[in-house]
């Protein structure tokens, strides 16, 4: 009972309190326009009278002046003390006024409250001392956003009227007092020269019309490069790890590249790999806050590797090799490399590439170019693991260079094919190419002082080449007839060829005898015919007149001849006039000895060098420079697409013979032989 008559007691004085108190109304202070008291070259004075303190507390009280109709603290110099005024104060202004300008001033006064200004009133300023510096404080070393804090004195209170460059970037400023601001470091510093010299910042301080530059032994932090803590993939982009990498105008190069920056932070700068990399370690050239700096092992690249065990086709049919791996670059599809066990051979990459798969056109410059070979990816300058398989399907191959053989095969010449191997009458040799070994040799020179020994004919027959020479002397006159055994070597000088022709329009070997049938020579007017035939014995060694007469024509023609199963055929060319009307395939009859039709083509041109190719059951011929097929069983022909043989027109025969069921053709102007397959012909 007692603590509750405590309690009511309580509450009776607290309700009686409240209800005698009086309420004293709140005022703010007055006081009077300021006073110019008085304008000099180093400032001005102020003053101001009170007529009122108010009734809150006074915190502090002085003037702002600015160039601003009504200046305000936070907006304008200002001046002032703490506490309260007299009944009349005054401050002095010895600092940020230009000379000559007019400024603002009010008077103000601040209370727990709020702060109170008088009636603005002007003057014109006859100028102030500028600030004084005492010293710069801050590093040893700073960062984007660090902090440097100025001392002096006579600092100007309103930040407009500060400009502030560090290096060359414009710097904001915080915590302006009268003896003390701090610069923050800007984004933007525009390092030039002075920062490649020696790495120090240059701090420009501009207040009003006074301005100081100083050099300070500051110095902005180096970028710190990291090593890569992974294996990158092309597709990926690649970064480079650190710290203080930031910079809005780095750059970033590879050499003769010049990088694509995607993104930079403090720690990370991100770009697109779009460079040749010769290396898996690739040391990257960082041009950052105006130094140059060689960044080595912060990237590394995962090497190439092919699928294990791909067979691939290449050739006319196949034009691309499409082979299969991992890493390949798809960002930069030109800067896929391969290599081959080929020397010398090159590749074309296509320009759509995915990580995973690529297509690759193998360039056919490379001799020798093998129908089987291996391919190798090879970028970044390493060697895959794993390789292709590649067969070409192009059925004509450069084979073998001919530079080194003591002979040339691409002059003209007369060719036959013996146990596989290319006999060539050449420039007064005969001469041997085996394309096994890849090699020429010289068999025999012939010294016949009578021009060309291969320029009339070559045939071949039971181990002995026949042939015989341009008598340049007597120009209607043949020149001198051999045989040469290629198994013992011996040359035999034969009875001369009774005909006046000095190259045959038919020449074969048929039941024991050469035919040597027509053909041209020159006399000192032109181009003469022969119509008579003749024939050689080849055991008794004598000539005999051949009954078979042939056509004086007005055009160059020749039979070409061959044999096929033992018998001998020839594609007869249907001339009338200049009217070429048909080429015929002939079989010769030996009772008859003249020819038996077999078929009719359309005409199909001339075949230099008197040389077909029995190849199974098809014969092969060059006419012209195109190279037809004709079916021995069913007498069709066709064209072979996309083999051709170079320079073979009249007066300059190429050198082709036949091994191991594949053709093989000098080219004229290379010194180059080419392998033909026929089991690559496109049907």
């Not at 798809?330 to 297509?359: H, L, M, R």
């Not at 007064?428 to 002082?449: A, F, H, Q, S």
């Not at 004086?552 to 199963?565: H, M, P, R």
Request: glycine share 8%.
């Amino acid at each position: 009972m007692k603590k509750n008559w405590i309690v009511l007691i309580a509450l009776v004085v607290v309700f009686s309190c409240n209800e005698n108190d009086e309420v004293v109304p709140r005022t703010n202070p007055r006081f009077s326009v300021t006073y110019i008291q008085e304008v000099t070259s180093t400032g001005a004075e102020f003053s101001a009278n009170v007529y009122d303190f108010g009734s809150d507390e006074i915190l502090e009280y002085g003037f702002v002046y600015s160039k601003d109709f009504e200046p305000r603290v936070g907006d304008g110099e200002v001046i002032k003390s703490e506490g309260r005024p007299q009944s009349t104060f005054k401050l002095v202004g010895d600092h940020s006024m230009v000379k000559g300008q007019i400024y603002f001033v009010v008077a103000f006064i601040k209370t727990s409250q709020s702060i109170v200004y008088s009636q603005t009133v002007n003057f014109k300023s006859q100028g102030s001392e500028g600030f004084i510096f005492d010293k710069l404080v801050g590093g040893p070393e700073v960062y984007f956003g660090d902090t440097l804090t100025v001392y002096g004195s006579r600092f100007s209170t309103d930040e407009a009227n500060y400009e502030v460059l560090v290096n060359n970037g414009k710097a904001n400023i915080v915590d302006i007092n009268n003896d003390s601001f701090k610069i923050i470091i800007p984004e933007e510093l525009g390092f030039g020269y002075p920062y490649d010299y020696d790495g120090k910042i240059i701090v420009k301080i501009s207040i009003l019309d006074k301005t100081l530059e100083i050099n300070t032994d500051i110095k902005f932090y180096d970028p710190i490069f990291y090593e890569s803590d992974k294996e990158f993939r092309y597709e990926e982009s690649f970064y480079i790890k650190g710290k203080y990498l930031r910079d809005g105008n780095m750059s970033l190069s590879y050499p003769n590249y010049n990088i694509e920056i995607v993104s930079n932070s403090d720690t990370l700068i991100v770009f697109k790999p779009f460079a040749n990399f010769e290396t898996l370690q690739p040391a990257f050239q960082v041009y950052l806050r105006g130094k140059g700096y060689e960044v080595k092992n912060s990237i590394k690249i995962m090497r190439t590797e092919l699928l294990p065990g791909q067979t691939v086709k290449s050739g006319s049919i196949f034009s691309n090799l499409i082979i299969k791996g991992t890493n390949f670059n798809s960002v930069n599809p030109f800067s896929n490399f391969f290599v081959s066990d080929v020397e010398g051979q090159q590749f074309d990459v296509n320009y759509n590439v995915t990580p995973n798969e690529i297509k690759v056109y193998v360039q056919s410059n490379a001799v020798p170019n093998p129908r089987f070979f291996k391919v190798w990816a090879f970028n970044a300058g390493v060697k895959s693991t794993n390789y292709v398989t590649v067969e070409n399907t192009d059925p004509s191959l450069s084979y073998m260079y001919t530079h080194n053989f003591p002979f040339t095969a691409a002059k003209p010449g007369r060719s036959v094919t013996w146990r596989d191997k290319g006999i060539w009458l050449v420039d007064g040799k005969i001469t041997e190419v085996d394309p096994d070994k890849k090699t020429g040799r010289i068999l025999k020179t012939v010294d016949l002082n009578q021009g060309s020994i291969a320029s009339s004919f070559a045939v071949i027959h039971e181990d002995k080449v026949y042939f015989a020479g341009e008598n340049e002397v007597i120009a209607n006159t043949p020149g001198r007839f051999y045989s040469y055994d290629l198994v013992t070597g011996i040359l035999t000088e034969l009875p001369k060829i009774p005909s006046k022709a000095s190259t045959p329009k038919a020449l074969f070997v048929s039941g024991g005898y050469l035919y040597f049938g027509g053909g041209y020579y020159k006399d000192e007017i032109d181009i003469q015919k022969v119509v008579e035939g003749y024939k050689f014995n080849l055991t008794t060694k004598t000539w005999s007149t051949w009954s078979k007469k042939f056509p004086s024509l007005d055009v160059w023609d020749f039979e070409t001849t061959f044999k096929y199963q033992g018998n001998v055929y020839g594609l007869v060319n249907e001339i009338v006039n200049s009217d070429f009307r048909a080429t015929r395939l002939m079989r010769f009859d030996s009772a008859s000895e003249d020819w038996v039709e077999l078929a009719k083509y359309p005409f199909l041109g001339i075949a230099n060098g008197n040389v077909v190719m029995p190849i199974g059951d098809f014969a092969y011929v060059f006419m012209g420079s195109v190279l037809q097929s004709i079916n021995m069983q069913s007498y069709s022909r066709k064209v072979v697409p996309g083999v051709t043989v170079k320079g073979n027109h009249y007066g300059q025969p190429p050198f082709i013979f036949t091994s191991k069921d594949k053709i093989y053709t000098s080219s004229y102007f290379e010194n180059v032989m080419y392998q033909v397959d026929p089991a690559y012909f496109q049907n």
